[in-house]
């Protein structure tokens, strides 16, 4: 149990166009997603934490203009990145969580903005 | 401000000997810590936890010494073997007047290779 998917995998788009992510949770019910980002031997960095039916909570510098993030149901939670800009190129990880300290994490989303 | 520090980048082991990862915090807010493993273009999969009402957690071939006093944690892997080579990433999480899903802070990983 407690499996989380992504998808797309990998996806490349413009400079300019956005791109959205899914993120969901196959056989549980998540009352938390959050959003990571990780680039190139650093670390995951929290982009934002998101409860279903609320309004998503940024990190400090991370812009909500341009990280839209949508958590309409239990199972399901969305980031699209808006006018993407090759600076925005990252792979970008959700996890969900279950209970107070359990998170499990998706395989990811590599995104290349040419 | 990295609150959460793996020191090392990298680290080399051979087979069928113990592996020893250490990670360092600054933030004495901090009471859950957690051992994380990643491979390339995936997510990090859960391998253990411990309180900060203990000094150590063990799992099978996996142990977690946490000493408060120092801020540090260590996850030993005894004995090593070449399934383990992956990266490392220790998190920790302020649970302290919070409820529902904490925060993780995590740091910076390290790649583990365990040799033939």
């Known amino acids: 149990g407690a499996v989380v998917s992504q998808h797309p995998s990998w996806v490349i788009c413009k400079s300019g166009t956005s791109v959205k992510i899914e993120c969901r949770s196959l056989?549980?019910?998540?009352?938390?997603m959050f959003w990571y980002r990780q680039f190139p031997k650093q670390s995951l960095m929290l982009m934002a934490t998101?409860?279903?039916?609320?309004?998503?909570?940024?990190e400090q510098g991370v812009e909500k203009d341009k990280f839209l993030i949508n958590h309409a149901s239990l199972t399901l939670s969305t980031l699209t990145v808006t006018s993407a800009h090759p600076e925005d190129s990252s792979f970008y990880i959700c996890?969900?969580?279950?209970?107070?300290?359990?998170?499990?994490f998706g395989p990811g989303t590599r995104l290349t903005v040419t | 401000d990295q609150q959460v520090k793996q020191n090392s980048p990298s680290l080399s082991v051979q087979e069928g000997r113990i592996s020893i990862l250490n990670c360092d915090y600054t933030?004495?807010?901090?009471?859950?810590f957690l051992w994380y493993k990643k491979y390339p273009a995936e997510g990090p999969t859960f391998l253990i936890s411990?309180?900060?009402?203990?000094d150590k957690n063990e799992d099978g071939r996996f142990t977690v010494f946490l000493n408060k006093s120092a801020k540090h944690l260590s996850l030993h892997i005894v004995p090593s073997q070449p399934g383990d080579s992956a990266v490392y990433f220790c998190?920790?999480?302020?649970?302290?007047?919070?409820?529902?899903?904490?925060?993780?802070?995590f740091g910076q990983g390290t790649r583990l290779t365990i040799n033939p």
């Open positions: 056989d549980f019910q998540a009352t938390t």
């Open positions: 998190a920790a999480s302020d649970r302290r007047g919070s409820q529902g899903a904490q925060k993780l802070v």
């Open positions: 933030n004495s807010m901090f009471d859950y």
């Open positions: 411990i309180s900060s009402i203990k």
């Open positions: 996890s969900a969580s279950r209970a107070f300290y359990e998170q499990y």
């Open positions: 998101s409860n279903e039916g609320s309004k998503a909570t940024y």
